[in-house]
């Protein structure tokens, strides 16, 4: 479907938002290695704020704290002693990926 074929090339996401507690972003990061990753602040309570904005690779919260995570790993970008993202598993077969928890 073209609104997936981003994810035919290394670098770039998609975000699927009817999945997850604020949506799914699915990066490709090498076409063998694909991260999946909750759009969900860990370090909040979901709320209106709570889900995070693309800009890959780094996912940035609203709610005016600052908090920005790689959508690589997951990680805090600043701050290694907060929660990270909420990771799915991606695994692709053929020309499919595959995103569970």
Known sequence: MPEYDPLN???NSIIINQQ???GIVIYNVNNDLYTAFDLSDPNHPPNNCSRMNVETPLASCPCGDGNEYNIISGEHTTNN????????QAVRTGNTVRVSN
């Open 9 to 11: 090339f290394p670098g």
């Open 20 to 22: 997850g507690i604020r």
């Open 81 to 88: 002693s907060l929660f990270p993202m909420q990771q799915y």
